[in-house]
C-alpha cells in the first residue's frame, strides 16, 4: 500500500548538509500495524513527514496505492491528506480555543460537511475513543491522556486509510500510553486501516506487526 523507493532527503544548513534520509526503501501492506524506531535523528520523523506528504523528499519516490504522490499538485496533496491521511503527533496539537467536540470536527469542516453529518459522526468518534461525556471540555480541562484521545478521534474523523502516529505517547505516563496502544490497535483491527507509528518504547514493539529501525537516515532492520 505504500512504498518508498530509495528516499533522500538532504537539509542544506548554510554550507553543512544534514543527509537525514540516506535512500530509505520500504514497503508497507494494507491493514499493517508497523512501527518506526531508532536513535534521536535516526530520520523518524522525516520519513514520516515525507510519507505523510508535509514535506517533499529530496530525491526518490513514494507510491500511496499505487498513486505516485510526489507528482501531486500542492492542491490535490491537500486534499489528498484530509481524505486519505491522519496525524497524529506528541504535542496533541489541539486548538486550545476550541471544545473537544469542536476540535474532532475540524477535518470533516474542513470538507465542508454539513452541520447534522458532523454532529453524528463527532458524537461517534467521542463515544469511540470514551470521551462521550468530555464533548464540551476545552483542551485544558482534559488529561493528557484525554487529550490524545481527541487527537486520535481527529486523525480518524474522515475515515481515512492511514494513519500517521509520531510518539503519540512521549507525553503520558504508562498507563494512559497503554490505552492509546490498545485504541490505535483497535482501530487498526477493526477498521483494517494502516498505521505507522514512531515509537522510542520497547515495550510498545509488542503492539506492532513489525518495526522498520532506522540508523543515519538508513533502514537497518525492517
Ligand atoms: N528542518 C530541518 N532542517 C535541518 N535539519 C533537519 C530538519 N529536520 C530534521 N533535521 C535533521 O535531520 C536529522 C533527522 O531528523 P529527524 O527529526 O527525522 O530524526 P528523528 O529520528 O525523528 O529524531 P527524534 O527521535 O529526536 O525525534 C537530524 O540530524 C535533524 O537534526
Known sequence: ??????????????NVAVHALNGVSVSIKEGEFVG???ASGSGKSTLLHMIGLLDRPTSGGISIS?????ALS?????IFRLERLGFVFQEYALV?????????ALPMMARGETDERISDRVSEMLASVGLQERGKHLPKELSGGEQQRVAIARALVNDPD???????CANLDSTNSKAVLDLIREINQESNQ??????HE????QYFDRVIRLKDGEVVEE
Request: aromatic fraction near 8%; avoid cysteine.
Open 36 to 38: 518506526i524506531s531508532g
Open 1 to 14: 500500500m505504500i512504498t518508498t523507493t530509495d528516499l533522500y532527503k538532504t537539509y542544506q544548513m548554510g
Open 194 to 199: 494502516t498505521v505507522l507509528m514512531i515509537s
Open 162 to 168: 492511514i494513519l500517521l502516529a509520531d510518539e503519540p
Open 202 to 205: 520497547d515495550w510498545h514493539q
Open 66 to 70: 499505487g498513486l505516485d504522490v510526489i
Open 74 to 78: 500542492d492542491q490535490e496533496k491537500t
Open 96 to 104: 486550545h480555543e476550541l471544545d473537544a467536540f469542536e476540535n474532532i
